[in-house]
T-cell receptor, first 108, second 116 residues
Framework: QKEVEQDPGPLSVPEGAIVSLNCTYSNSAFQYFMWYRQYSRKGPELLMYTYSSGNKEDGRFTAQVDKSSKYISLFIRDSQPSDSATYLCAMVGNQFYFGTGTSLTVIP | DTEVTQTPKHLVMGMTNKKSLKCEQHMGHRAMYWYKQKAKKPPELMFVYSYEKLSINESVPSRFSPECPNSSLLNLHLHALQPEDSALYLC???????????????FGSGTQLSVL
C-alpha cells in the first residue's frame, strides 16, 4: 500500500464550478499536510499548509483534514481557467511524501 | 519573499558533457533540496543539505554530484549523464531542517534537462 494515494484524474470542469481534490494516506504519524499547485514544466507552488484536523480557508481555496479517516481535501470555489494545473498533496512524517498529482482543467 | 531561483531554465547536454545546475535562496532557510521529476510523476528526492552539510543522499548515481558552497547556494554537477536522466530538476528550500516541525518546501521553477 502506498503511503499517499491521489486520484490522477484528469479532471475537467466548467469555469465557476466547485472543484474537490482528495488524498488518502495510511500512516497515522503524518502531522503536516500541504497542497501544491504545479503548472506545466514549472516548480510546485505551495498553496495550503495545515497541521490539524479541520478546515483552513484562503480566498477561493479551502483545505480540509480528517485525521480519523486519514483523508485530506482541497476545495476550489468559483474555479477559473488559471486554476488549470496539476495539484499535488504532500504530507510530512519523518520525511516528505507526495501524492501522484491530479490534473485539473477548467474550461472557459 | 518566498523565491527560490534556479538557472538555467533549460539545458540540453550530450552524454559526455559536464554541466552544473544552480539554485539560490535568500530567505535564510536552513535546508536545501534537489528533486528530480519525470513527466506526470511526483517529485523524487535526490539530496538534502541541512546547515550546508549533506544529510541525505537517496542512493543517487555518482554522475550527479551536489555541492552547497554556502547557506544560500546549492549546485548540482552533472557528468556522463544518460538519456533516462532527462527530467525536470527542482531545487527547494525549507526554513527548518529536514524532519523538524514546520518543515515545508518552497520550490524553484526548475531546470528542464534533456540528455541526448
Amino acid at each position: 500500500q502506498k503511503e499517499v494515494e491521489q486520484d490522477p484524474g484528469p479532471l475537467s470542469v466548467p469555469e465557476g464550478a466547485i472543484v474537490s481534490l482528495n488524498c488518502t494516506y495510511s500512516n497515522s504519524a503524518f502531522q503536516y499536510f500541504m497542497w501544491y499547485r504545479q503548472y506545466s514544466r514549472k516548480g510546485p507552488e505551495l498553496l495550503m499548509y495545515t497541521y490539524s484536523s479541520g478546515n483552513k480557508e484562503d480566498g477561493r481555496f479551502t483545505a480540509q483534514v480528517d485525521k480519523s479517516s486519514k483523508y485530506i481535501s482541497l476545495f476550489i470555489r468559483d474555479s477559473q481557467p488559471s486554476d488549470s494545473a496539476t495539484y499535488l498533496c504532500a504530507m510530512v512524517g519523518n520525511q516528505f511524501y507526495f501524492g501522484t498529482g491530479t490534473s485539473l482543467t477548467v474550461i472557459p | 519573499d518566498t523565491e527560490v531561483t534556479q538557472t538555467p531554465k533549460h539545458l540540453v547536454m550530450g552524454m559526455t558533457n559536464k554541466k552544473s545546475l544552480k539554485c539560490e535562496q535568500h530567505m535564510g532557510h536552513r535546508a536545501m533540496y534537489w528533486y528530480k521529476q519525470k513527466a506526470k510523476k511526483p517529485p523524487e528526492l535526490m539530496f538534502v543539505y541541512s546547515y550546508e552539510k549533506l544529510s541525505i543522499n537517496e542512493s543517487v548515481p555518482s554522475r550527479f554530484s551536489p555541492e552547497c558552497p554556502n547557506s544560500s547556494l546549492l549546485n548540482l554537477h552533472l557528468h556522463a549523464l544518460q538519456p533516462e536522466d532527462s527530467a525536470l530538476y527542482l531545487c527547494a528550500s525549507s526554513q527548518v531542517s529536514r524532519g523538524q516541525r514546520g518543515e515545508k518546501l518552497f520550490f524553484g521553477s526548475g531546470t528542464q534537462l534533456s540528455v541526448l
